[in-house]
């Protein structure tokens, strides 16, 4: 009893494209709006779709008039109340969206100066910068040797040799100096 919702559809149609008010309604439609009720069993489809043209029925709660603006007027307020009522209205939701952009256009700024900074250290720790090769000149000379004598690359020994323990001496001192920077990271 009243749980359930009813969800009957109703189309309103406009008489003429002039828009002048006025609304097709069925006779069955009619009865009902004038409060006679509907006792007749339903129409058929087609009788339904005879319409017969009256104007639109006034309701007790429709706007008496309306502004220039397209709001209605509540009863009991004057046009002018009305309208000052718009005004302050509009003018309060103005302000809002102002200060609202402002805050915007604020965070947007403090998030992209965080951005940028969060990439530089980004850059600093994990981007390698491009470092010169260990022991390049001896590494050239190796390569060279080996070019001028194919074939016969025993001839190059010495050079490899010195290419060799230049490598092996720089990764002692980087492995020192990785030991050194460990034990003063933890001491700190």
Not at 112 to 140: R, S, W, Y
């Amino acid at each position: 009893m009243g749980g359930t919702s009813s969800t009957r559809r109703v189309t309103v149609e406009m008489e003429d494209e002039d828009g002048n008010g006025v609304v097709k309604i069925s006779e069955s439609m009619a009865r009902r709006l004038a409060g006679e009720g509907d006792s007749s069993p339903r129409e058929p489809r087609k009788a339904a779709a005879q319409h017969v043209s009256q104007p639109a029925l006034p309701s007790a709660t429709a706007p008496k008039m309306v502004p220039p603006m397209g709001y209605p007027v509540p009863s009991g307020i004057s046009q002018q109340e009305h309208e000052e009522e718009i005004r302050r209205i509009e003018s309060y939701y103005k302000e809002r969206q102002h200060a609202l952009e402002q805050r915007n256009v604020e965070q947007y700024s403090l998030t992209k100066e965080e951005f940028e900074n969060a990439l530089k250290q980004v850059h600093a720790k994990f981007v390698k910068q491009p470092k010169t090769p260990i022991c390049g000149d001896m590494e050239e000379r190796v390569m060279k040797c080996y070019e001028a004598n194919r074939g016969q690359t025993l001839l190059c020994s010495q050079e490899a040799k010195a290419f060799v323990q230049c490598v092996d001496h720089t990764r002692g001192v980087t492995k020192i100096i990785e030991q050194n920077l460990l034990v003063l990271s933890c001491s700190t």
